[in-house]
């Protein structure tokens, strides 16, 4: 079976956004020393509106210019050190900026949809390029930001233009809505890998694209009643490192406090705990492909812990993949 541990590498989108050093830099420093101890590599979804923004404000202020040196520095060395740089866009950054003080994020048009077919154009072309320019390497996968990759339809043509062949969004029987952003995933196949062509939640054997899901999982509400309970009983070791807070997704917590619900296998937090118990689910339905979602804004003590088990375990019996290494011949 081949895992991606995939990462998507960003700050917070709320009024509390943390800082660039706690939300990303020295979380993804652990994820480094976690790898090149066990000599595996990670996915990083770069959020590379929020590098285009950082360029645009540095010189008007200077706190701003260590911040881009800091990302750059670091995903270049991500990218030298064998790890996958690939393409995550947040569209909202479009209509943020900064006051001297703080990012002023403006989430209206938080979907890449929200925009007009010559702004998709010029956003996808821009937004490759800073991770084109940063690392020299191809760059043909995609990760929405918040899951938002529908209508799909309004998006095909212009990552065809493009050459982003694979996405990674989709997570099976996922779904939510709200005012700013929203996505379905209820029809999605149950398969760890298949072709699209028109939207990614409808499989085509002869579609130009590439799904590869983000591996699934049902959750009860007591699992999440324990993971809020022990971020208050144990903080140092529960609490995100990221100094943030996420985008308010109005309804999402009492849904998962009293039903059942439909998550994505993930190493944010206690999520971690349920990777071995994910494993043994892809196993007993034969998949080859086991994709594992994360943040270094959202990874806690607890987590890290966690996943250098999965690894420790795993790295003999299992290929720890990157898209680059596995799609570089098709």
């Not at 750059?72 to 690939?86: F, R």
């Not at 917590?253 to 990777?275: E, F, H, P």
Request: proline residues 4%; hydrophobic residues 35%.
């Amino acid at each position: 079976m081949n895992i991606y541990i995939t990462l998507d590498y960003e700050i917070f989108f709320g009024e509390i956004h943390g800082t660039v050093e706690k939300c990303i830099i020295y979380p993804t420093s652990e994820l480094i020393r976690i790898a090149e101890k066990h000599n595996v590599r990670f996915c990083f979804f770069v959020d590379c509106g929020f590098i285009l923004k950082l360029d645009e404000f540095r010189k008007q202020f200077p706190q701003l210019e260590n911040d881009y040196k800091k990302i750059t520095v670091q995903v270049k060395y991500l990218s030298n050190s064998g790890h996958d740089i690939q393409l995550h866009i947040h569209p909202h950054w479009e209509d943020s900026y900064y006051n001297g003080e703080h990012w002023i994020i403006d989430v209206k048009r938080y979907k890449l949809t929200d925009f007009s077919e010559n702004e998709i154009e010029s956003i996808v072309m821009n937004y490759k390029k800073v991770l084109t320019d940063l690392t020299g390497k191809t760059i043909f996968t995609y990760r929405a930001g918040g899951w938002c990759l529908q209508p799909f339809s309004k998006l095909k043509k212009i990552f065809k233009q493009n050459n982003i062949t694979v996405d990674s969004s989709v997570f099976r029987k996922g779904f939510y809505t709200s005012e700013h952003y929203s996505y379905d995933f209820r029809n999605a196949p149950d398969k760890d890998i298949y072709k699209f062509e028109d939207e990614p939640e409808i499989e085509n054997p002869t579609g130009y694209f590439t799904e590869l899901p983000i591996s699934s999982i049902r959750n009860s509400p007591l699992f999440f009643w324990k993971l809020f309970l022990l971020g208050r009983k144990n903080p140092y070791l529960h609490k995100p490192l990221g100094d943030g807070r996420a985008i308010s997704a109005p309804g999402q917590r009492k849904k998962m406090l009293t039903q059942y619900t439909d998550c994505t296998v993930s190493i944010d937090g206690y999520n971690a705990s349920l990777l071995e118990k994910a494993l043994k689910k892809l196993k007993r339905k034969k998949f080859e492909n086991m994709v594992v979602i994360g943040h270094p804004k959202s990874l806690s003590r607890y987590s890290l812990q966690e996943l250098e088990k999965f690894v420790e375990k795993n790295k003999t019996n299992y290929n720890f993949a990157t898209y680059s290494k596995m799609f570089k011949n098709k």
